[in-house]
């Protein structure tokens, strides 16, 4: 059974995180296949803030993801105005194979403004869909190539 790593990144922060955390799976023999989510349009700052904001999900091309061939999850987004991506959010609702899987999950942000809440409302999402998440990991914008990735 595989790992699968999901994640939105705009600007490549959590895409390194992904990267690292899909490395060291790797070196502890795990199969791992990490998925990119791409959103169909490109929004301005504002734009994107507002949508993470309010929850509109923006619209996501098409993945060949199957959650079904998964063990684990591992789900990771920037923190947009105190909540996860609308691409993330898009994938989470149309994802079907999260009943009694384990999940982890990563963010990464600037300030750190919201990112408890980000956390928060993605647990929520996944604990409906009958996921457990077990682990949750915060990285620091500047700190991405750097940090040791402490899971809490
Ligand atoms: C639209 C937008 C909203 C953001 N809102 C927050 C926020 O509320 N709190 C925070 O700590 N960082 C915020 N940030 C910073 C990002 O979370 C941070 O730069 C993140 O590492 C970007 O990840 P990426 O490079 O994978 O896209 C925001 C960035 C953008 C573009």
């Known amino acids: 059974m595989k790992t699968g790593i999901i994640y939105f990144s705009l600007t490549g922060n959590t895409e390194k995180v992904a990267q690292r955390i899909g490395e060291k799976l790797e070196a502890e023999g795990k199969e791992v296949e990490k998925i ?3 959103e169909e349009k490109n929004h301005s700052f504002l734009g994107n803030a ?5 929850r509109i999900k923006g619209k996501i091309k ?3 993801f199957n959650p079904k061939d998964y063990e684990t999850f ?3 987004t920037p923190v947009w105005a105190g909540s996860p991506a609308p691409a993330l959010l ?5 994802c079907q194979g999260l009943q009694g899987k384990e999940v982890c999950l990563f963010v990464t942000y600037g300030s750190g403004l919201g990112k408890g ?17 077990t682990q ?3 990285v620091q914008e500047k700190m991405v190539a ?3 990735l402490v899971w809490k």
């Not at 507002?50 to 309010?54: D, E, K, N």
């Not at 809440?117 to 998440?133: D, F, M, S, T």
């Open 136 to 138: 949750k990991l915060a």
């Open 90 to 94: 898009n994938y989470l609702e149309r």
């Open 36 to 38: 990119a989510l791409c």
């Open 117 to 133: 809440r980000a956390i928060r409302i993605l647990e929520r999402i996944i604990e409906k869909k009958g996921g457990r998440v």
């Open 50 to 54: 507002l949508r993470a904001l309010f």
């Open 146 to 148: 750097k940090e040791t």
């Open 62 to 64: 098409e993945t060949t």
């Open 74 to 76: 591992f789900f990771g």
